[in-house]
C-alpha cells in the first residue's frame, strides 16, 4: 500500500496549514450544532473523508456546502459567535471580495494566492470555503447567469480596458439576472427537489442528487466525526466519476490554492 503522509507529514507547513483548517471546522461545526444548522462536508473535503480518513494529503483547502436557503441563518450565527482570531469573509465584511460564497479566515495567519492576490483582499488568512447549494437550475442558464454575476462583480479587477468595459456592459443584465433567480428560488418552494447546484455566481456546475444528500449522516474526518451526505459514494461518484477511490497520477499531487504561509 502506498504511503501518502509524505506529502502531508507532521512537521511540514502544509500539515499545519491543515490542522488549522480543521480547527476552523471545529468551530463552525459547534457553531452549527448550537443554531440546529445542517452543513456537511463536501467536494474534496468529503473525498478526502472517504479516501484517506481526512485530509487528502496534497490538499490545502477545507470545503463544506449549505442549503441556500439556509445561507443566511448560518452568516448570522457566525458572525456573531466566532472568536476573535476567525473571521466571516463576504462581500458585505471585506470591500474587495468579489466572490459569491463565504469563507471563514483565520486572522492569525497570512497566506499567498497567486489567483487572487490582486484583489486585496481585506482577510487574507487560511481559510474554509462555504458552498451554498441549491435546487438545479437548468445548466444552460445557470451557465448564463454565472457569466452575468462574475462579470459584474470582478468588473474593478479586469486586467485590461477592454475586459473591464466588456465586464461593464454586463450591469444592466445584473438587475434581471437577479430577479430571474428570486422568482426561481421561489417557484422551486412548490417543485420537487430532486437536485442540486451550485448557487448562481459559482462557476461549477457539478450535480448532487437529493438522493444522495438527504438526510445527513455522518463521516469520520480526522478523528472527528462530522456530517456528510446520505450517500457518500453517489454524492462523490456524481462529481469524480466512479474510479474516485483511485488517486490521481503523481503529477496532479499538488496543492492548488496558495503557495505560502506566515503566521502574524
Not at 474593478?156 to 480596458?161: E, G, I, K, S
Not at 442528487?209 to 446520505?230: D, K, M, R, V, W
Request: aromatic share 14%; glycine share 4%; charged share 25%.
Amino acid at each position: 500500500m502506498e504511503d501518502f503522509s509524505k506529502y502531508n507529514p507532521e512537521n511540514s507547513e502544509l500539515r499545519a496549514a491543515q490542522m488549522k483548517m480543521l480547527n476552523i471546522l471545529l468551530e463552525m461545526d459547534a457553531i452549527c450544532r448550537r443554531n440546529n444548522i445542517q452543513y456537511w462536508l463536501a467536494s474534496g473535503t468529503l473525498l478526502g473523508a472517504r479516501r484517506h480518513g481526512g485530509f487528502i494529503p496534497w490538499d490545502d483547502d477545507l470545503d463544506v456546502e449549505v442549503r441556500q436557503s439556509d445561507l443566511g441563518r448560518l452568516l448570522r450565527a457566525l458572525e456573531k459567535e466566532l472568536p476573535a482570531d476567525l473571521k466571516l469573509q463576504t462581500k458585505k465584511t471585506d470591500p474587495n471580495y468579489w466572490y459569491y460564497f463565504p469563507k471563514i479566515r483565520d486572522t492569525r495567519t497570512e497566506i499567498y494566492e497567486p489567483e487572487t492576490a490582486k484583489y486585496n483582499f481585506l482577510y487574507r488568512g487560511i481559510f474554509i470555503d462555504i458552498f451554498p447549494v441549491e435546487p438545479f437550475f437548468s445548466r444552460f442558464i445557470k451557465i448564463r447567469l454565472d457569466g452575468i454575476l462574475v462579470r459584474t462583480a470582478r468588473r474593478r479587477f479586469a486586467p485590461n480596458n477592454l475586459q473591464k468595459l466588456v465586464n461593464y456592459m454586463m450591469l444592466p443584465f445584473y438587475p434581471l439576472a437577479k430577479i430571474f433567480i428570486a422568482l426561481t428560488r421561489f417557484a422551486f418552494h412548490f417543485l420537487p427537489k430532486t437536485k442540486y447546484t451550485d448557487t448562481p455566481g459559482k462557476e461549477t456546475h457539478d450535480t448532487r442528487l437529493s438522493q444522495h444528500l438527504f438526510p445527513l449522516t455522518t463521516i469520520t474526518f480526522e478523528g472527528y466525526t462530522f456530517p456528510a451526505p446520505h450517500d457518500v459514494d453517489g454524492y462523490l461518484s456524481g462529481i469524480y466519476g466512479e474510479d474516485f477511490m483511485t488517486p490521481p497520477p503523481l503529477e496532479k499531487r499538488t496543492p492548488s490554492h496558495y503557495s505560502s504561509i506566515a503566521d502574524s
